[in-house]
């Protein structure tokens, strides 16, 4: 949701190098159905947080939609889903 | 002062259910072990009210002040209180999440998208899919939305 800008200051100060998009008006967000209306600060629609694993062919391979928000993902599980990547 | 006059218990539990609550955020939510489930935390809160009632106890056991007995069971509300309110964000709000029911799911096609990277440049998710990177087609792409830093 950040702009650009605010992800390029996150980006550095982290040391992320892959590459990350922003989503202000909730384009991506929506059409993945990741909406979580009114849940920002400001109360804007917000993403609620999800994983997805896309094959070379741009299907879904591996989803990850946690239920509790402080609980997401972790590499390992990541890393076992992708060895199903041909 | 003497320390026996200082009731030490209720104020380090009160101190240790304040760490309890605050050292989630801040300290354990980086490990995945004591994030999934805040063991550690509860772990400190049981400390915390431990003490808190050996305090409260203390007041009430020796002829003490009406304000002692008065402060000390306030001091232990509020340990109680917040450990209320720590149950309450982790394992009640932090559910009240949208199903996601229209997410795609495993074998579908991932929805198409362009977005503007941190340079400000669109990217396309076909380009994500077919750029090479460091000479070799991609196997795949790794979507991640996400909420907070952490």
Known sequence: MDPPEASRELCQKAGYTFTFLSDPKAEAIRRYDLVHAGAGINGQDIARPGEFLLDSSGIVRWVNLTENLWVRARPEQILEAAKMLK | ?150
Request: overall charge positive; aromatic content about 18%.
């Open chain 2, 1 to 150: 002062m003497r320390l026996q006059k200082i009731n030490w218990p209720i104020w380090v539990g009160f101190l240790l259910s304040a760490f309890a609550f605050l050292s989630y955020p801040f300290v354990f939510v980086r490990w995945p072990s004591t994030r999934d489930f805040p063991w550690a935390n509860l772990l400190i809160f049981a400390f915390a009210i431990v003490l808190l009632i050996a305090g409260v106890r203390r007041t009430f056991k020796a002829s003490q002040k009406r304000t002692a007995k008065f402060i000390s069971s306030l001091v232990a509300t509020l340990g109680v209180l917040s450990l209320a309110f720590f149950i309450f964000a982790f394992f009640i709000a932090s559910r009240w999440l949208p199903g996601a029911h229209g997410a795609p799911q495993a074998g579908q096609k991932a929805p198409d998208f362009s977005l503007a990277d941190t340079t400000g440049k669109t990217v396309h998710l076909g380009e994500l899919l077919s750029e090479p990177l460091d000479g070799k087609a991609p196997k795949g792409v790794l979507l991640i939305f996400y909420r907070g830093y952490w």
